[in-house]
């Protein structure tokens, strides 16, 4: 049992790792994968949910990033880790209202069964991985926190995600390439439970 | 029997009232070092996480009698220094948690989580299960027994990594 737990931990993409893309159904309806993007110089994706107070601390300030980056190349792209079952908060439906009701300008997309989750190793939320196009394919280039304050009370605020996108922008590697934060554990399907 | 009772659950709420404290790594660091046979069951929550809570119960009624080394639990809030008064310690009351309880008192929540497992991605719930010469960390949730079983078979010594 131990042993799966670390190998848990130790899966998913590291900083440099060529990312996969996918085709994930936004809340508009309409599928959404990285190529669609044609003009991006990369991606900001951002693992996240409705419910984790975490995330939600977090809502406004992934809405400014997808506002100031998406025009330089950079757009936010959202995807729910939860499972609406073991999370109803986290429904599809959940996901659309919280969309209306917040404007999001950014695509939130549902990932049944964890897929992209599991694949990317986002373990908690909100869980970010900056990814930048290359000759070579979606390169991962941090991984972490948005920043350093989740509270807004930092006196020596880092934004993390921005410093790292800035970076990137110049065609230089983010200073900082991973970081740890405080978040919400994934709500991954039961299988089969009937606690 | 019955006034008797009422007086007990009295006494262990109010017992629970001014209980929580603020804690840095480095002095949970040294209450592990100096605990000697004790096992340590150290559990990262927050009033704000749902699995988290749910799983307290779970932490509350480990059984400490059944070992024949001492067994300890330290429930250790993520909450903010800044809700200790308004969210913590009315959590405490409410549940009326006997554990000690404490909220993380560190400017540096990064390194924090780096110390406490460098395995640790950050996300809660997570629990340390630390002796003086052992630590074994589970960023997971601990489902009815599981958590029972896990620590009977740490502390009587047939648990190997």
């Keep these: ?195 | 029997m019955k006034y008797v009772s009422i007086l007990l659950l009295v006494s262990t709420f109010s017992f629970a009232n001014a209980q929580v404290k603020l804690l840095t790594l480095s002095e949970l660091d040294k209450r592990v070092a100096k605990g000697k046979d004790t096992t340590y069951v150290i559990n990262f929550w927050a009033t704000w996480c749902a699995p988290c809570v749910a799983e307290l119960p779970n932490f509350e009624r480990l059984k400490k009698e059944y070992y024949k080394t001492p067994v300890k639990v330290i429930l250790v809030s993520m909450d903010f220094k800044s809700k200790l008064k308004s969210d913590v310690i009315p959590f405490v009351k409410k549940h009326r948690l006997k554990s000690e309880v404490y909220v993380v008192d560190e400017k540096d929540q990064q390194a924090f989580i780096e110390k406490v497992d460098k395995n640790w991605s950050g996300a809660i719930p997570a629990t340390l299960i630390a002796a003086r010469t052992r630590r074994l960390f589970f960023e997971k949730e601990f489902a009815n027994n599981e958590l029972e079983d896990l620590v009977k078979s740490i502390v009587h010594g047939d648990y190997k990594l």
Aim: glycine letters at 8%; hydrophobic letters at 35%; one cysteine or more.
């Design chain 1, 1 to 195: 049992m131990m042993l799966g737990i670390m190998a848990k931990a130790q899966t998913g993409y590291q900083v440099g790792d060529i990312a996969t893309d996918f085709n994930l159904n936004n809340v508009d309806g309409k599928n959404v994968s990285l190529a669609n993007y044609k003009d991006a110089k990369g991606y900001i994706v951002v693992f996240t949910c409705n419910t984790c107070p975490v995330a939600k601390a977090y809502q406004s300030r992934v809405e400014a990033l997808h506002k100031e980056y998406a025009p330089k190349g950079y757009p936010v792209i959202a995807i729910n880790t939860n499972d609406p079952v073991t999370s109803p908060g986290d429904s599809y439906e959940n996901m659309q209202k919280l969309a209306k009701e917040k404007n999001f300008s950014y695509a939130y997309l549902e990932d049944p069964n964890h897929i992209y989750t599991k694949k990317f190793g986002a373990t908690k939320t909100p869980h970010t991985f900056v990814l930048t196009k290359t000759a070579k394919g979606n390169e991962v280039a941090y991984i972490g926190a948005i920043d350093n304050s989740q509270d807004l009370l930092s006196s020596n605020m880092n934004d993390f995600v921005k410093n790292a996108v800035n970076s990137l922008l110049q065609g230089k590697k983010p200073e900082i390439t991973s970081t740890k934060a405080i978040g919400c554990g994934i709500k991954w399907k039961k299988e089969g439970a009937t606690e």
